[in-house]
């Protein structure tokens, strides 16, 4: 008897303990928006994405064996070179470098004008095509990127673009000044966008007074 009371004592203290736990975590307070943008300033500059494009150009002949006559390879690296803060104001430094060229992008971005951010994953496909005896093979490696989109309704998104090299074409049709919407960067890495992601969004509830923050 004296056994059996013993561990319903123990569980209700352990039940006890459970609960109260519960409720100091419950009461735990979420992230200021000051040390929000500290880990985002310290951990926005870690995100990466290099990629390698390959072109080959493969001739095949009646009566002779395929030749390789062309292969061109095309390496690219993006990276967020700087992420600072003032208040609700977000500066980011963006560089695009390929093998002859560098393409670097400041942005500012009113944290409380902005809608929300988002997290997808870019798929980067390959072609072929044929011209007379010659097959080109293009690949991109990897064959995806994770991408943190920074969405708003309006044009609040003010960036400047300067390059130097020789910039390919898909590049140098993009102006070089402007306001956007949105505002995307890529990452190799699978598990460091989520957590900024969600620090991202709890600084934008943050900025705007009339949402009620979520903790992340």
């Not at 736990?21 to 928006?33: F, G, R």
């Not at 493969?58 to 700087?82: A, F, L, M, W």
């Not at 130097?164 to 890495?189: C, H, K, M, W």
């Not at 509830?205 to 949402?211: N, S, Y």
Request: proline letters at 6%; glycine letters at 4%; a neutral charge.
């Amino acid at each position: 008897m004296c056994n059996r009371r013993g561990m319903i004592l123990a569980v209700l203290a352990l039940a006890g303990l459970v609960t109260a736990k519960q409720s100091a975590l419950a009461q735990a307070p979420s992230p200021t928006l000051k040390e929000t943008t500290a880990w985002l300033a310290s951990h926005l500059t870690t995100l990466a994405h290099t990629s390698r494009k390959t072109s080959v150009t493969i001739r095949t002949k009646k009566g002779k064996p395929p030749k390789e006559v062309d292969r061109q390879v095309e390496n690219t690296n993006e990276t967020i070179s700087s992420a600072t803060f003032d208040g609700c104001s977000m500066k980011l430094g963006q560089i695009i470098k390929g093998d002859d060229y560098i393409v670097t992008i400041a942005s500012i971005i009113p944290l409380d004008h902005l809608v929300k951010a988002s997290l997808s994953v870019e798929k980067q496909e390959g072609s072929k095509k044929q011209d007379g005896d010659d097959a080109t093979e293009m690949t991109i490696a990897p064959a995806s990127a994770v991408v943190i989109s920074l969405e708003s309704q309006t044009n609040v998104i003010t960036w400047k673009r300067t390059s130097t090299g020789s910039v390919p074409l898909e590049q140098a049709t993009i102006p070089y000044q402007g306001n956007s919407p949105t505002l995307s960067f890529r990452s190799d890495d699978e598990s460091m966008p989520p957590r900024i992601l969600n620090a991202l969004n709890h600084a934008i509830q943050l900025c705007q007074v009339a949402e009620k923050p979520e903790p992340f």
